[in-house]
């Protein structure tokens, strides 16, 4: 409180007039009693004390909660609004969702310190994010494959494909290397040693059928304007072309190696990756309501796989050499 202009401070004597005569009788001193210093300096303690307390807990400052920030896609999902209630019923953690809409930037915003996981990749992104960002990023947890289907609409199986046929797969790197590795696990193509998540067109040894490398948002259309036999489509696109199960005749394994890569993933810096609240995290999603809702939203493709983390970062350090083999 501010003192009013003139008025002399308590406990301090008043001061004599210059009007006044000089033998004015003065006021002596007040004096304070040493007892009654004590009291008041002691109540003020628990005044203020008080006051520090009402003011941390009306803002929220009394909380201990952990916050975690996790980088996705599809952060509307309502899997993700189950997912945050159990972490903060189960683990007494705050989530905090942060949505991309680009997926080139969940993980240098994580590299910065921006976020502390993302989940919006599978192992094999990340391998070539790492390869070319010169990152150390680090899988903690395994949610589910998404398989790639080959469809065809007038036959129902690869072998039924007759020799020459034109086969539709996407054009772009990541899933130009998984349409092909579908294809030879169908035995329409042989490919360079095997095959890897980074094979190309190129790398075709021996084909039955003749491959169409094409935009992945026109596999579909190719195959239901006749124009191919048959096609790799992804997910998003099959149910925008209302493409079903029943024209699916063949799709990769989701426990086999070649599927490994394409494993989706929650995310920490390298630092992180042994941190107990984030890896109960990265388990959490395998709570039977958060796997109903995921389900619910990719139209029942998912296979959920629990993978141990080491056994993901040994994954990941396979398909890394993959990546900076094919970039020689």
Do not use: C
């Not at 998984?178 to 084909?207: C, E, M, N, P």
């Not at 304007?225 to 394994?253: E, M, R």
Request: glycine fraction near 6%; charge should be neutral; aromatic fraction near 6%.
């Amino acid at each position: 409180m501010s003192e009013t202009p003139g008025t002399p401070i308590s406990g301090e004597p008043s001061q004599p007039s210059p009007n006044e005569p000089s033998n004015a009788p003065q006021l002596p001193p007040a004096r304070w009693n040493r007892r009654r210093i004590t009291w008041v300096a002691s109540a003020a303690v628990v005044v203020v004390a008080g006051l520090i307390v009402g003011l941390v807990l009306s803002s929220g400052g009394g909380s201990d909660k952990k916050t975690v920030s996790i980088g996705v896609t599809d952060a509307s999902e309502p899997y993700w609004k189950t997912f945050s209630a159990l972490a903060e019923k189960k683990l007494d953690v705050k989530v905090k969702l942060v949505n991309f809409n680009d997926y080139s930037q969940p993980n240098p915003a994580l590299k910065e310190k921006q976020l502390d996981l993302n989940e919006f990749q599978h192992i094999q992104y990340l391998a070539n994010y790492n390869v070319t960002a010169h990152d150390d990023l680090q899988p903690i947890g395994a949610t589910a494959v998404y398989p790639l289907p080959l469809y065809a609409l007038k036959y129902s199986s690869p072998a039924q494909l007759p020799a020459g046929a034109k086969v539709a797969i996407p054009n772009d790197a990541i899933n130009e290397a998984r349409g092909l590795l579908v294809l030879q696990a169908a035995k329409l193509l042989t490919l360079k040693d095997g095959g890897s998540a980074f094979s190309s067109t190129a790398d075709i040894l021996t084909h039955k059928v003749d491959v169409t490398a094409l935009d992945a948002s026109q596999t579909a259309g190719a195959l239901q304007s006749g124009s191919v036999a048959a096609a790799i489509v992804n997910n998003n696109y099959a149910t925008s072309a209302k493409l079903t199960q029943s024209h699916v005749v063949f799709q990769d394994d989701p426990a086999s190696a070649s599927a490994a890569p394409y494993v989706n993933i929650f995310t920490a810096r390298a630092a992180d990756q042994d941190n107990p609240t984030y890896l109960k995290l990265a388990a959490l999603y395998h709570d039977p309501s958060v796997e109903k809702g995921v389900q619910e939203a990719n139209g029942g493709t998912a296979v959920f796989r629990t993978v141990p983390a080491a056994q993901l970062r040994t994954e990941l350090a396979t398909v890394q050499k993959q990546a900076e083999a094919a970039k020689k």
